[in-house]
């Protein structure tokens, strides 16, 4: 699995941007994936954003930092996963990862070290 992180760049605060990341090769199945987003800050340690399940009705999680105005969503057809981030505020300021994985549970899928699958960051700078 290999993926694609994109639509990162500069915004306002207040401002919005977002962010899909895309999924590619063969030998999986997207729709089972748990996807998720995380990101880091220069200088922090790297954390959780949102996530969202797959197969079914899909469970989705949110950091409490952006609850009410992040928005995860997926579509399974395309492979996407996306991140609609609203009301950015400079401590949005990160690069943001994607993140992908299989074998999750709802208690587990906020913590990275449980995705097996990362893409390659793409950066959100929220100038004040």
């Known amino acids: 699995v290999q993926l694609q992180a994109s639509g990162g760049g500069l915004v306002q605060a207040g401002g919005s941007l977002r962010l899909s990341c895309a999924a590619s090769?063969?030998?999986?199945?997207?729709?089972?994936?748990?996807m998720g987003w995380f990101r880091q800050a220069p200088g922090k340690e790297r954390e959780f954003v949102a996530t969202?399940?797959?197969?079914?009705?899909?469970?989705?999680k949110y950091a409490d930092s952006v609850k009410g105005r992040f928005t995860i969503s997926r579509d399974n057809a395309k492979k996407t996963v996306s991140l609609q981030m609203n009301s950015l505020e400079p401590e949005d300021t990160a690069v943001y990862y994607c993140?992908?994985?299989?074998?999750?549970?709802?208690?587990?899928?906020?913590?990275?070290?449980?995705?097996?699958?990362w893409g390659q960051g793409t950066l959100v700078t929220v100038s004040s």
């Open positions: 090769g063969s030998g999986y199945s997207f729709s089972r994936y748990w």
């Open positions: 969202i399940s797959g197969l079914g009705r899909s469970t989705i």
């Open positions: 993140a992908g994985d299989q074998n999750l549970i709802v208690s587990s899928a906020t913590t990275s070290s449980e995705y097996d699958y």
